[in-house]
């Protein structure tokens, strides 16, 4: 059960949009569609931020959306604010009731 | 909305056992609960789950030395993880589970423990 792999860092403007991958393998990723995403800033603990590759709970601006082809998830942050600043984590159900996590991105805001 | 509290020892000797318990608000058979651990500046490792009828499911790197245990009737379950290292130094977080999304939807707040002599 390896971390599913993220880029360290990712960054834009306010107001522009940033995508970040997630990529996994047959086993996780590319098996279910159960992956999530969560945002974690400085100090807090992770916020739920999308679940089932692409449903937002309630709460969650549409601002964060999310995709999924094959083994790889990808989260898009649109018009970025200076709150969106934070880290972000994948996850994905694995199988047998086990889960993975991503190794994380910080996302800047220029 | 539902809230958890973890509590326990901020430091652990190498070689001894890492005891936390999580305080839940709502302890409901609804979900499964269980425990992810954060290493300083690092990313997210599941551990362990439990559902409310006792079924437990680990992260089979660290099945050898976590347990989990719960009291229902005060609202708390706890996490074990013996032969502690400097590798388990962690924020450990324990988080309700929805297992209609197979996703952690609410966390504790978290807490350090570090491994240290």
């Known amino acids: 059960q390896s971390a599913l792999t993220q880029p360290p860092s990712a960054s834009g403007s306010p107001g522009q949009s940033v995508t970040i991958s997630c990529t996994g393998t047959s086993s996780d990723v590319g098996a279910y569609v159960y992956v999530s995403w969560y945002q974690q800033h400085p100090g807090k603990a992770p916020k739920l931020l999308i679940f089932?590759?692409?449903k937002r709970p309630s709460g969650v601006p549409d601002r964060f959306s999310g995709s999924k082809s094959g083994y790889t998830a990808s989260l898009t942050v649109s018009g970025l604010q200076s709150e969106d600043e934070a880290d972000y984590f994948c996850?994905?159900?694995?199988?047998?009731?086990?889960?993975?996590f991503g190794t994380g991105t910080k996302v800047t805001v220029l | 909305q539902v809230q958890l509290q973890e509590s326990g020892p901020t430091l652990v000797k190498p070689s001894e056992t890492l005891s936390l318990t999580c305080t839940v608000s709502v302890y409901s058979i609804n979900y499964f609960w269980g425990w992810i651990r954060q290493p300083p500046g690092k990313g997210l490792e599941w551990i362990v789950s439990r559902y409310y009828s006792g079924t437990i499911f680990y992260n089979p790197s660290l099945e050898s030395r976590v347990s989990i245990s719960a009291d229902t009737s005060k609202n708390l379950f706890s996490v074990s993880l013996t032969s502690v290292t400097a590798a388990d130094t962690a924020i450990y977080y324990c988080?309700?589970?929805?297992?209609?999304?197979?996703?952690?939807?609410?966390w504790g707040r978290g807490t350090l423990v570090t491994v240290s002599s």
């Open positions: 988080a309700r589970g929805n297992s209609d999304w197979y996703v952690f939807d609410i």
């Open positions: 089932e590759v692409s």
């Open positions: 996850s994905s159900y694995a199988g047998g009731n086990t889960f993975v």
